[in-house]
């Protein structure tokens, strides 16, 4: 059982590139999620989903886009990429009544330069 | 979303029981507590949750009072490895798209 898996662990982007974060998990959870972690401080949610096909904007949504076509998957895409999304980056997977808690990926630390 | 409040960093020693304690005063009837441990470049690992009095698991206690507008994490016999940050979190499991939010989080430090 991996859990969620994310991919790249590591990225260094230029300016203005673009890219996509990889989130896979195989517990058939409902609900998945994206967070940002800046260093030193606590995890702001980017985009959340509660199913396939069905994502919404979380506190900090600007400058990311997502996806859910499966219950499995749930990429992140940067367009545009600026120093100010320099970051580590979490999924996170749930089911929908959280009892058990979020289960976390393992992250990607992302460096825009 | 309930806020809440921890403090930023506590230190303590090994074998030591570590006590930290979460404000939530606009905690809603349908928010539960739970409390995440994060590693140095690692993810949040999910340690407990509860609702109201006490719950215990293997790794921690978490004390709920009456009015649920606190609540406090405890650790038994704390170890150096035990050094890591941990968020309280309060929302509404049941909720649609119940999506936490993460605070500041309480940094531990565990020395020999």
């Known amino acids: 059982n991996a859990g969620v898996t994310q991919t790249p662990k590591f990225r260094i982007l230029k300016i203005g590139q673009s890219m996509t974060l990889q989130c896979t998990q195989d517990m058939n959870h409902n609900y998945m999620y994206w967070y940002r972690q800046d260093p030193g401080m606590g995890l702001k949610l980017i985009y959340y989903s509660v199913g396939a096909g069905i994502t919404d904007k979380g506190e900090v949504p600007n400058g990311y886009n997502v996806s859910r076509s499966t219950t499995e998957d749930f990429p992140l895409r940067l367009e545009l990429a600026a120093p100010s999304q320099t970051s580590v980056y979490f999924c996170?997977?749930?089911?929908?009544?959280?009892?058990?808690?979020?289960?976390f990926g393992s992250g990607t630390r992302l460096t825009v330069v | 979303l309930a806020k809440t409040t921890q403090p930023i960093s506590m230190d303590s020693y090994e074998g030591q029981e570590v006590n930290i304690t979460c404000s939530h005063n606009?905690?809603?009837?349908?928010?539960?507590i739970t409390w995440y441990q994060q590693f140095p470049s690692q993810g949040p690992r999910f340690i407990i949750q509860?609702?109201?009095t006490k719950v215990t698991n293997e790794v921690a206690s978490l004390f709920i009072p009456a009015d649920r507008k606190s609540s406090t994490l405890s650790l038994p016999r704390v170890s150096l490895s035990d050094t890591a940050v941990y968020y309280c979190?309060?929302?509404?499991?049941?909720?649609?798209?119940?999506?936490?939010?993460f605070g500041g989080g309480t940094r531990v430090l565990v020395k020999p």
């Open positions: 606009n905690i809603a009837t349908n928010d539960y």
């Open positions: 509860g609702y109201k």
């Open positions: 996170a997977s749930s089911y929908p009544t959280g009892g058990d808690g979020y289960t």
């Open positions: 979190l309060v929302g509404d499991n049941q909720a649609a798209g119940n999506k936490l939010t």
